[in-house]
T-cell receptor
């Protein structure tokens, strides 16, 4: 079966750094995605990792360790607009059939 | 259009009725996906189209669910004899190729009363 775990909720302070972890146990691995979803809106693509290591894109970075089945999303210089749900998703085969975690609801406070 | 368009944005229906949900992908995107998001849960894969064919429909929950895609463009997801457990947000996504990141629509919120 496919299992993807992430914390349900996190709270952080504006201007701070937050790390959202994701662990996965899947049959097959062909890349890991992070999406951001604001309430009532469509998920939007943030990052993609297929090889081990860190991918940096502005204030957002994502890390992958395939041997540990582990990824994290790092958000720096938090802004109020970063309050959203962050979805970890694993591509397990051909095509873009993604298995999603339940998402981490991040609340950024003053 | 500029993004993935879904209609209707909201649908309230009585248990037992059939509903049809529509998705207009980004022009030129050959891959199209349907996902379901129940309240407080992750996105659940339903079906994937590459062009007009559906190589993977393993996520369709029952034979009450069907989907089609015509002209490598619009797709419709049909739910027959709706049940209360079908209440969810149905999200459509497309990608230029089946290996690139997904672009999601805003979804159709389905409520079965």
């Amino acid at each position: 079966g496919q299992n993807i775990d992430q914390p349900t909720e996190m709270t952080a302070t504006e201007g701070a750094i937050v790390q959202i972890n994701c662990t996965y146990q899947t049959s097959g691995f062909n890349g890991l995605f992070w999406y951001q979803q604001h309430a009532g809106e469509a998920p939007t693509f943030l990052s993609y990792n297929v090889l081990d290591g860190l991918e940096e894109k502005g204030r957002f970075s994502s890390f992958l360790s395939r041997s540990k089945g582990y990824s994290y999303l790092l958000l720096k210089e938090l802004q109020m607009k970063d309050s959203a749900s962050y979805l970890c998703a694993v591509r397990t085969g051909g095509g873009n059939k993604l298995t999603f975690g339940t998402g981490t609801q991040l609340k950024v406070e003053l | 259009g500029a993004g993935v368009s879904q209609s209707p944005s909201n649908k309230v229906t009585e248990k037992g009725k059939d509903v049809e949900l529509r998705c207009d992908p980004i022009s030129g995107h050959t891959a199209l996906y349907w996902y379901r998001q129940r309240l407080g849960q992750g996105l659940e894969f339903l079906i994937y189209f590459q062009g007009n064919s559906a190589p993977d429909k393993s996520g369709l929950p029952s034979d009450r669910f069907s989907a089609e895609r015509t002209g490598e463009s619009v797709s419709t997801l049909t739910i027959q004899r709706t049940q209360q457990e079908d209440s969810a947000v149905y999200l459509c996504a497309s990608s230029f190729r089946d290996t690139e990141s997904l672009h999601f629509g805003n979804g159709t919120r389905l409520t079965v009363t």
